[in-house]
Structures are given as structure tokens and as C-alpha cells.
């Protein structure tokens, strides 16, 4: 055809007689083609529409598929494929030679090219048999700002590895995956904010055993110390002296010199010198007293004999001796009687300031105090040195910021929370009125363990295997929310990663006093909300999270001294008699009044099982649907970086 036009148009250009025809035969196939161009253009505008969105639909499914497992792989790159496939339908315009071909990038975004081929219809008689369409896509998290506190178990068997080996805290133990899960799940965080400038990302922890550490709150200031009662009950040991003993104190000697009556030989002289004559009197001689009242000592010697008549054996002379009299005056002590095992008032005012103090940790049999009565081990120590305190064996303490709960109540359901559970009451201030409103020192140098059959009292007069200061539960240090430097994703800031770094494992699994302190300090409308609502005209919206994560069951124990006490003793949660597997339904139940508390406050709160099966009340705990079970590292890893990729938002940046 196109020799054709070409020999009509040459025939024209050289007979323009009778032209009307042909011109009229140009004109038509000039309109053919531009109709024919605008038809296959448009045909072509609406495949390449289709195909980006089908390529943006490949690449969001795909992200989405990588938050999941945390790695693009096989079967992310599988769902992104399918989710292509799906949208676009080469049929529509009989595109072919379709390819899309998604990938991942360093700072975790998925990208993608997509063709395809589509035939013309009608610029195909001009010689344009098809068209080639090519569109990108890429699809990444984007970061609004977002407030999460982390409630981590770093308990003993986070020393362990996820299947419960013997690690001691190794390279392969779970404490050190949960490290290296944190350091991942802010860099994921990091690479989702795009806008630097106006998105903050802040953290907070709550690390938990028995107790929480409340230890760093108290140094900066941001928890006052009057919030903690300066005396409290505590399981602990008491001195008993009432045995009187005198402690005498010599004085200095009274010398004067004696001469005997009569004139007496040089034989005689000497024993008089040691009053061994004229009678055995011995030497020294002792008078006064009883104790307490002054005793003497009188001591002799001699000191000359003078000739006067006779000779030899037997001259006469006159005798001279010394005498020495010491008088000892008596002061009461008392002696230690015997060890009482019970509860007592002790003032601890002296350890809220969280500096070095002295605590009695063990007295002799003959230790003496100077007044008669019953000492604690506190009040002893500060006697220490003074004058009639012998015997005592000493350490320093120091309250490392761990507590004791506040009053709380017997209560088994906690749905509703009793209006006596002030241990569960997330916002109220503590009142120096009210000494049921204040948190206690959870002090393991003065709380001593006294046996399972002596639940009042115990008297013993010297310590036993089985009477001594209970062990520390003390996890490391809680921290309020703290902007986290997004600028840089591939460096953790160096104050995280230092943070990171004191996560240890030590203690006993209570997960309700790390709930209820979680809820605490992120509570908007409690004692930490000038933290909690920092800043509100630059961040008037922000999303909030708390990421529950432990490696066990609820495991309170009778024995262990935790921010409730020494539940054998206290029974503060459990009426006296409760056994530790039963204590089990009682924290558990606290523990989801905190959930509901802290998702009340409007938190997700999510849920994370390392090596360990989730529960019924972990799954309850969480908001819906976001309870997780990692059985290794790299599990725990992936689930980390899926929650921050559910924190953030997924979206299409090309």
C-alpha cells in the first residue's frame, strides 16, 4: 500500500489536471491515520493505566508479604508476582510478552519494573505493529509519629537458649536476641520516616522480673522520692539482747608504800613484799564489788629492808613495801539474747535517696548493746561503733530502685478492679497523707527468708540453714518514652544501643507488675503524662503501642520476694495458704486488668511469646489479633520487624 501512495502521490505531482480526486483520496487517508493514531493511543493509555496499577498492586503485596517474614525471598516475591498477575489483564487490549520483575532495597523498599507489548489496530497499515509500555513502582513503610513502650521479660531464662538450653546469657540466649531484636525493629522503624523533620518516634522499657526498677526515674528526677514511704512492714530479722553483762574500766593504780610494824629479817622483808607474811594474804588481792558496784586489786612488792640489830640470818631490820591499789568501776551491757524472724516496721528513710547504707548481716553470741531491747537491722548498724556495741558483723546496702507495690487487696477475679487495688489504679499520685497511695522500697538486705513452717514468727539463738536474706529480683532500670534520631536507620543511637546493652537475665516471671507499669508510664493522663504529652501542637496525632514480650508462663512463687512481698508470709494478692500454682490464677487475672487498662488508654498492645507457647491471657492481652509466638531468634527477629512495619503505614512512594 505504501507503494501505492507513493506512485499516486508522484503521478499527482507531475498531472495536475484533474487532481480533485486524488487530493480528496490524500485528505481521507491523512484522517484515517490520525483517527487511527488517537484510537490506538488511547487503547494504549488505558494498558499502560492498567499496568501500573496492577505493578503498584504487585509491589504493596509484596512489602506487605516482607513485613511478615522480614526478608524478600521465594514466597514474597511469589505473592507480589500474584498480586500482578491478578490486576493486569493483558486480554483487554491482547497485550503480550508481559514481564514484571519486583525487588527489594537496602532501606527495605519493594521495586519494580513492569512491560508489555500491546498490538495496534489501526497503525498497523502505517507500519506500527505494536507499542512498548514500561512503568515503575516501588511501595515502602512511612513512618507517622508513634510512641512504643517495650514490657520485656529479662527474666533467669532469658539466659537460656529459645529452646531452653544451658547458654548463660551466650551469643545464642534469648536475652541477647531480644538485643539484637530491638536494634532491628528501630531501624525498621527509622527507614519508614520519610519526613525527618516532623515525625517523632519515641521508646520507652519496662523491664520486669518480680519487680520493676524504677531506680533511673528517681535519680532524674521524673519519679519524686516522696512518692515511697519513709517506714514500711517488712519479713525481716530482729536482734533481742537482754542479758546483762558489766564491762568494767580500770582505773589508774593508787601507789603508796607500807612499812611493816616491828622490825623483821631480810627473809621475812621479802615476803612481806609479796604479802606472804606474816600470813599467805596472796597477791594481788582483790575487794569491792559485786559488779556493778567497784571492785579493787591491791598488788605488793618490795622495796627495801634497813639493818637495825643483830647479825647474820638473823639481824633485824625495817621493811618497806610497795602497795598498788586499781579500782575498776562497771557499766550494764546487754548481751544477745536470741534472733526473731517476723514482721516488723522498719524506717527506711535513709535508702530512698538511693546512696550507700549499712545493714547487720550477722551478730556474734556475745555481742552487747548498751540499752536492752529488740533492734532491726537497720537501726543496729547505725550504732555501730559506738560506744558498748561489740560484736556485729556489718555489709552496705542500697536500695537500687526496685519496689514493692502499693496497698492492693485479696481478689481473685479483678473484673472489676476493686476499689481497694490501688496497685492497679494506673493514675492516682501518691499523697504523703495517705500511706496506702505510696509505693514501698523493695529492699532484699533487709527481708529475710525464715522457713516454710514458721509463717508468723521464728526465734532462734544463731542463724540456720534455712533463715536469710532473700536474693534480688531487681531488673534493670525502667525508662520513660525518649526520642529516638531517625536520620541515620543503618546507626542505632548510641543511647539505645547502651540501653540495650543492661537488659541481663535474672529472677521470677511476673508479668502483671510489668503490665500495670507499662500502662503506667505511658498513660496520657497519669503521673508521667507532661513525658507522655510532650509537644502536643507539633504532634497533635500520634500513635501508641506497648510490646509485651516474654519467654514464659506466669510463674509467681510463695518464696520469691517480690513487689508483693514474700507471698507465704504478706498474702497481700492471695489469702495465707495459697499455693504458688494457684498464686498462678490470681497474678494472671491482674495482669489482664493491666492489658485492658493500658488498651483503655488507647494503646495496641501486642503480645510476643519467645520459646514459649502463647496462653490464653497472652492472646487476651493483646489488641486483636496481635498476639505472636517466635520460637528462635530469627522468628523473634521477623516478628519485631513486622510490628514495626504494622506500626507504620504501607505506602506507594513512586
Known amino acids: 500500500m505504501r507503494a501505492s501512495m507513493r506512485s499516486l502521490i508522484g503521478n499527482l505531482s507531475r498531472d495536475t489536471a484533474g487532481t480533485t480526486l486524488g487530493i480528496a483520496l490524500a485528505t481521507i487517508i491523512l484522517l484515517v491515520s490520525l483517527v487511527g493514531s488517537g484510537t490506538d493511543m488511547a487503547r494504549a493509555y488505558m494498558t499502560k493505566t492498567s499496568l501500573q496499577s496492577a505493578c503498584d498492586a504487585g509491589v504493596l503485596a509484596g512489602r506487605k508479604a516482607m513485613a511478615t ?7 514474597e516475591t511469589a505473592k507480589a508476582n500474584k498480586m500482578f498477575n491478578f490486576n493486569f489483564n493483558p486480554l483487554a487490549t491482547n497485550s503480550n510478552t508481559i514481564s514484571f520483575t519486583p525487588v527489594s532495597s537496602s532501606t527495605g523498599a519493594v521495586s519494580a519494573t513492569a512491560t508489555t507489548k500491546m498490538p495496534t489496530v489501526i497503525m498497523g497499515i502505517f507500519g506500527f505493529k505494536s507499542i512498548t509500555l514500561t512503568v515503575a513502582c516501588s511501595a515502602e513503610l512511612q513512618m507517622a509519629s508513634a510512641d512504643v513502650m517495650f514490657v520485656l521479660d529479662t527474666t533467669g531464662s532469658m539466659a537460656d537458649t529459645p ?10 540466649s534469648k536475652i541477647v536476641g531480644l538485643r539484637t531484636a530491638i536494634r532491628n525493629f528501630y531501624t525498621t522503624v527509622a527507614n519508614a520516616v520519610t519526613d525527618k523533620t516532623n515525625t517523632r518516634i519515641r521508646f520507652g522499657f519496662v523491664p520486669f522480673t518480680a519487680t520493676v526498677n524504677l531506680g533511673g526515674l528517681v535519680a532524674a528526677g521524673q519519679i519524686p522520692s516522696t512518692y515511697f514511704a519513709a517506714t514500711q512492714p517488712f519479713q525481716t530479722a530482729l536482734a533481742y539482747f537482754n542479758t546483762p553483762v558489766y564491762v568494767g574500766t580500770a582505773g589508774s593504780p593508787v601507789n603508796s608504800v607500807e612499812t611493816y610494824g616491828s622490825n623483821i629479817t631480810q627473809t621475812q622483808c621479802n615476803s612481806y613484799g609479796t604479802n606472804s607474811y606474816p600470813s599467805n594474804g596472796g597477791n594481788p588481792v582483790t575487794g569491792g564489788g559485786p559488779a556493778p558496784a567497784d571492785t579493787t586489786s591491791t598488788s605488793y612488792s618490795y622495796r627495801s629492808w634497813s639493818k637495825v640489830s643483830g647479825s647474820g640470818s638473823n639481824a633485824l631490820g ?6 598498788a591499789v586499781t579500782t575498776t568501776s ?12 517476723k514482721a516488723a516496721t ?5 535508702f530512698k535517696n538511693l546512696s550507700n547504707q549499712t545493714v547487720v548481716t550477722n551478730i556474734a553470741s556475745n555481742a552487747t548493746v548498751p540499752t536492752a531491747g529488740t533492734y532491726d537491722m537497720v537501726a543496729l548498724a547505725a550504732l555501730n561503733g559506738t560506744a558498748g556495741v561489740t560484736g556485729l558483723t556489718t555489709a552496705t546496702a542500697n536500695w537500687d530502685g526496685c519496689i514493692e507495690e502499693r496497698q ?4 481473685l477475679a479483678m473484673s472489676p478492679v476493686p476499689s481497694g487495688a490501688k496497685d492497679l489504679d494506673i493514675d492516682a499520685v501518691p499523697t504523703n497523707t495517705d500511706a496506702t497511695t505510696q509505693w514501698k522500697l523493695n529492699l532484699n538486705d533487709v527481708e529475710w527468708y525464715r522457713g516454710s513452717t514458721n509463717v508468723t514468727s521464728r526465734t532462734e539463738t544463731s542463724l540456720q540453714g534455712d533463715t536469710y536474706r532473700v536474693s534480688s529480683q531487681c531488673p534493670p532500670k525502667a525508662m520513660l518514652f525518649t526520642e529516638v534520631d531517625t536520620t541515620n536507620p543503618s546507626v542505632v543511637p548510641t543511647w539505645l544501643d547502651n540501653y540495650v546493652n543492661t537488659l541481663v537475665a535474672s529472677g521470677s516471671t511476673y508479668h502483671d507488675i510489668g503490665m500495670i507499669w507499662g500502662a503506667r508510664l505511658g498513660s496520657p493522663t497519669g ?5 507522655v504529652n510532650a509537644d502536643p501542637t507539633k504532634y497533635p496525632s500520634v500513635s501508641r503501642h506497648i510490646i509485651f514480650m516474654t519467654d514464659g508462663l506466669m510463674a509467681p512463687t510463695t518464696t520469691a520476694y517480690s513487689a508483693y512481698g514474700q507471698e507465704l508470709y504478706d498474702n497481700r494478692v492471695a489469702p495465707s495458704g495459697t499455693s504458688s500454682s494457684t498464686l498462678v490464677n490470681y497474678h494472671n487475672n491482674r495482669f489482664l486488668a493491666a492489658c485492658t487498662k493500658a488498651k483503655n488508654l488507647g494503646y495496641t498492645v501486642w503480645v510476643i511469646g519467645f520459646g514459649t507457647s502463647l496462653t490464653t491471657q497472652m492472646t487476651s492481652c493483646a489488641t486483636s489479633g496481635r498476639a505472636y509466638q ?14 514495626a512495619g504494622q506500626v507504620a503505614d504501607l505506602r506507594i512512594n513512586k
Do not use: E, H, M
Open 527 to 531: 503521673i508521667f503524662q507532661t513525658n
Open 163 to 172: 529452646s531452653n538450653g544451658y547458654s548463660n546469657s551466650g551469643p545464642d
Open 346 to 350: 522498719l524506717n527506711i528513710s535513709a
Open 330 to 341: 562497771y557499766v550494764t551491757r546487754y548481751q544477745f539474747t536470741n534472733w526473731i524472724f
Open 630 to 643: 517466635a520460637n528462635d531468634t530469627t522468628a523473634l527477629n521477623n516478628t519485631f520487624k513486622y510490628i
Open 408 to 411: 492492693t487487696v485479696q481478689n
Open 318 to 323: 625495817t621493811c618497806l613495801r610497795n602497795k
Open 69 to 75: 517474614s522480614g526478608t524478600f525471598g521465594t514466597a
